[in-house]
Structure formats: C-alpha cells, structure tokens
C-alpha cells in the first residue's frame, strides 16, 4: 500500500496518542475533520492500523520481572515447532516471540510477577519441550527504551 506525507504524518501522531480526537489529529496534519476521518477509516479497512490498544506498565499491574529469552530448536520444520507456537500463544507472559535467522532460533520477551513465574514457565516452554536444545534467559534491570510504534 502506498503512503503519502499526509497518511505518515496520521500514523506518527497516532501512536503517540491514539484517543486524539478527529478534530485535533485533524488540525495536526492540516486536513479537514471529515478529510481526516476518511483516511483513518481508510487505514484502518486496509490493515495498515491493525489494532488500537491502550499500552501499560508492566510493574504497575504487578508483572515487573521482564526478561529476554533466545533459544534454539533441535529441529526446525513448521510441524516440529507447532507444539511451542501453540503454547506460546496461549501464555500471557509471554509478550512477543519472533521466529528469527542467525544464531538463535527464536527471541521471546516476557513480563512475569517473579522469579517462581520465570521458573515455572521456563519448566513449561522450554526444559519440557524435546524440541528445545537449549535457551539462555537475559533479565531485563533497566529499560532504556520500549518505543512499540513503527518508524517511517
């Protein structure tokens, strides 16, 4: 899908904040309100606003144990991998996981009560699953940035 200026400068301002009013993202990016509402109605129909979510500290709501985990699978075919992916989906813990290249097969971020959670769903995911060789677990003691927006 093709972008222009107008749509970029709607995207940016929308994940700053997306429950700015039509009216005041309207005047931002130099569009009349109804202008504005025809694109983000747009944008949303064809996927590229995927979802509007509220975005929450982790510690406040009792999950400030974050952590980083990489791990390698002993096979990697799709179907061999089907048991984790299915797992993973199903845990809230667990924020985001990326089938990746490289040295590791696969990068998970988590955020957890505490150390007992880690243990459990490390017991669970990983030292329970054949497929996992091996996993290192890196937890996280200072959040520099965690920017989820997209840059463009």
Not at 1 to 24: F, G, H, K
Not at 65 to 90: C, D, M, Y
Not at 129 to 136: I, S
Request: glycine share 4%; aromatic share 6%.
């Amino acid at each position: 899908m093709e972008l222009d200026q107008i749509d970029c400068r709607i995207l940016r301002q929308l994940q700053v904040d997306a429950d700015i009013s039509t009216p005041r993202l309207a005047d931002m990016v130099g569009l009349s309100p109804s202008a504005c509402l025809r694109r983000v109605t747009k944008l949303r129909r064809d996927g590229v606003i995927a979802r509007t979510v509220a975005i929450i500290d982790p510690a406040l709501v009792g999950r400030p144990l974050s952590a980083v985990i990489t791990l390698e699978f002993v096979r990697h075919g799709p179907q061999h991998r089907q048991n984790f992916i299915e797992k993973v989906r199903k845990l809230s813990a667990v924020r985001q996981c990326f089938m990746v290249t490289g040295e590791v097969s696969c990068v998970l971020t988590l955020y957890m009560r505490d150390m007992d959670e880690y243990l459990a769903l490390s017991d669970e995911l990983f030292n329970a699953d054949p497929n996992v060789a091996w996993f290192r677990t890196y937890i996280a003691v200072q959040t520099v940035k965690d920017d989820p927006g997209v840059a463009f």
